[in-house]
């Protein structure tokens, strides 16, 4: 099976030939490297994956993501990478003139890591765990105790990052990061978005100055039109 290449301009109007190929699908969190291109500016190729026909299960889309998930992409050298929080952080620290990411030697480094990791083990597993309890046990009873026990889950892990986001504007060391886009990408998941609101003005904060971004208004348009 081949895929679509959507050689569109994305990167606004350079007429350059894409570099990077994002294989991508609506309501997952390509979205946040999506957002973090835009914020570069680099040309870029999208690919949509069909997860509802399953295409992300196939031999071909296997190749660029070896345990099938979207999103994954291919680097300018033709190498596949994936973890969505992986190529954030790659992409960030590709473009360093962008300040996407702290300076390497910066204590605000390791905090970077700290929270895309949480971000992305942490939070994201647990919205994966509601979003798809049957996936994990058997049995509607179950599946709705999980449920019930994951949305608790959520609201401790939340707490750890409106903690440390109270008085900040931004997650790590006071600027713009590729951490607040994750964070944005996650938040968006959130099932009650005005219970996410009451209870994570801080996150929230963060979230909706990412969303005044234009560059996350051009990846946001471009996953919710689909
Ligand atoms: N840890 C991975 C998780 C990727 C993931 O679970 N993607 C979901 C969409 S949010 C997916 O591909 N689901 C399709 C399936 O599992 O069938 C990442 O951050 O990239």
Partial sequence: MDFEVDETEMAGERPVKPTYTL??????????????????????????IDTRAGEHRGAAYRKVHPYGKVPAMLLPDGRPLFESAAICLHL??????????????????????????????????????????EQYIAGEAEQAALKARTE????EQWAVVEAQSARREWLVGNRF?????YLATIAAWHPDQADF????????????????????????????AS
């Fill in 197 to 224: 609101a009451r209870r994570f003005p801080e996150s929230q904060a963060i979230a909706e100055a990412v969303a005044e971004r234009p560059a996350w208004q051009r990846a946001a348009a471009l996953h919710e």
């Fill in 152 to 155: 608790e889950m959520l609201i």
């Fill in 177 to 181: 990061s590729v951490a607040d886009i």
């Fill in 92 to 133: 960030g620290e590709a473009y360093p003139q962008c300040g996407l990411v702290p300076e390497s030697r910066n204590h605000d480094r390791a905090r970077l890591y700290q929270w895309m990791l949480f971000l992305a083990g942490t939070l994201y597993a647990s919205y994966h765990r509601w979003y798809h309890a």
């Fill in 23 to 48: 294989y991508w699908a609506p309501g997952t969190a390509s979205l946040a490297p999506l957002a973090i291109l835009e914020e570069v500016g680099v040309p870029y190729a999208l690919v949509r």
